[in-house]
């Protein structure tokens, strides 16, 4: 999804100011995409249309791959949404459908940050309070400056997901280690959740549908769902959609990076890029 901002700067001669609009983003060249591997996307056809997350298992390598082995088991055909809260998120993924089971697999530990090196592929945007904000791949990203690499012993710092619009958490219960197959995609951001729940993936196609979601706790029936969910990787391949996402590494996104500040100023965020997506 594109949105387009607009900046009203005064030009003020004799009380009168002359709106002037922001220049709009350069359109991306070839260098500027890259292609998700097959098997981190999950391509979730619901009822409200098809939603494609990005998973990223530099993050939390064991939610992806339990993630990837109940999508390949069919455990979550057929799940509904059955806690959906307008400007928060979209919870799905229990084979009971009551937001009270699992899967029969064990539960999972938290994988609430991760150690960053210095060939993670992180991209900052920004450094506030001694922090670094940024992009890995599709995923928005808080970590601690990289100067703090000297003096750790593994020579890496700590990073971890931050809560933007799209991003996909695990949901879990009181125990920060009860993680196992309900999972949530967020509606609007929440930046309240980081390091609170697992963050390790983002929708780059059909947030418009996530938003669609009938609202509830609990949803009042008919719930919406997801009515099959599969990694690219598991469709042939002449039959597979054809993605491919912005690269943080770019020069687009250097560019819509620098201009997007100067757009908010104070108020920029991480959140305020929003990611190109070519879908065929």
Known sequence: MTRSHALLAGLCLAAICTPVLAAAPAKPTEADWRTPAPETVMMIDTNKGRVLVELIPEVAPNHVARLQELTRAGV???????RVIDKFMAQTGDPTNTGEG??????????FTFRRTGESGFVPMAAPAGLEVGYLKSLPVVSQAWAWSDMT????????????PGVLGMARDEDNNSANSQFFLMRQPYPSLDKRYTAFGRVISGLDAVRAIK???????PQDS????????????GERPRVRVIDPKGGWFAAETKRLRALRGADFSVCDIDLPVDVR
């Open 153 to 164: 012993s593994d020579k890496k710092v700590s990073a971890w997901g931050t809560y933007c």
């Open 76 to 82: 979550y055909d057929g799940r509904t949404f059955f």
């Open 215 to 221: 609202t509830g706790e609990p949803v009042p029936a």
């Open 102 to 111: 699992g899967s029969d697999k064990p539960n999972l530990k938290a994988e």
């Open 226 to 237: 997801m009515q099959r969910v599969r990694l690219l990787s598991d469709i042939p391949e």
